[in-house]
C-alpha cells in the first residue's frame, strides 16, 4: 500500500511562515517528480510548485519569491516552505507524486502511477 502523508498545515497570521511535508511510503522502487497544489474553496486546484528527481524547481506566478520546495530522496520526503503568507495562500494543500511501484503477483512488476496526499489545511489570518 503506497501512501503520501502531508502535515505541517495550520492556522498563521498574515506575515508567518509554514512548512509542509510529505512522507512517501510503500513498495516504492522510485519517485520522479514531485509536486503541491492547493485548492480554496470555490477554485479548482492549482499547482504551487513542482520539483524534479533531478531537483529541478517551478513555482506559480503568485509564489515565486515566498515559497520553496525541496525534495530528501533519502527519506521519500517532499517540503514546502511557506513565507509571507497573505489569505490569499488559504487552502488545503496536497502533495502529488509520479511513483514506480512495485507489485507482486506470482511475480514482481512494476507499475508507474501518480498519487495524491489526503491534504493538509492551511489558513492565512489577516
Known amino acids: 500500500q503506497v501512501q503520501l502523508v502531508e502535515s505541517g498545515g495550520g492556522l498563521v497570521q498574515r506575515g508567518g511562515s509554514l512548512r509542509l511535508s510529505c512522507a512517501a511510503s510503500?513498495?516504492?522502487?522510485?519517485?520522479?517528480?514531485m509536486g503541491w497544489y492547493r485548492q480554496a474553496p470555490g477554485k479548482q486546484r492549482e499547482l504551487v510548485a513542482n520539483i524534479t528527481s533531478g531537483g529541478h524547481t517551478t513555482y506559480a506566478d503568485s509564489v515565486k519569491g515566498r515559497f520553496t520546495i525541496s525534495r530528501d530522496n533519502a527519506k521519500n520526503t517532499l517540503y514546502l516552505q511557506m513565507n509571507s503568507l497573505t489569505p490569499e495562500d488559504t487552502a488545503v494543500y496536497y502533495c502529488?507524486?509520479?511513483?514506480?511501484?512495485?507489485?507482486?503477483?506470482?511475480?514482481?512488476?512494476?507499475?508507474?502511477?501518480?498519487?495524491w496526499g489526503q491534504g493538509t489545511q492551511v489558513t492565512v489570518s489577516s
Open positions: 510503500g513498495s516504492i522502487f522510485s519517485i520522479n517528480d
Open positions: 502529488n507524486a509520479e511513483l514506480l511501484v512495485k507489485f507482486y503477483s506470482g511475480s514482481y512488476y512494476y507499475k508507474k502511477d501518480n498519487y
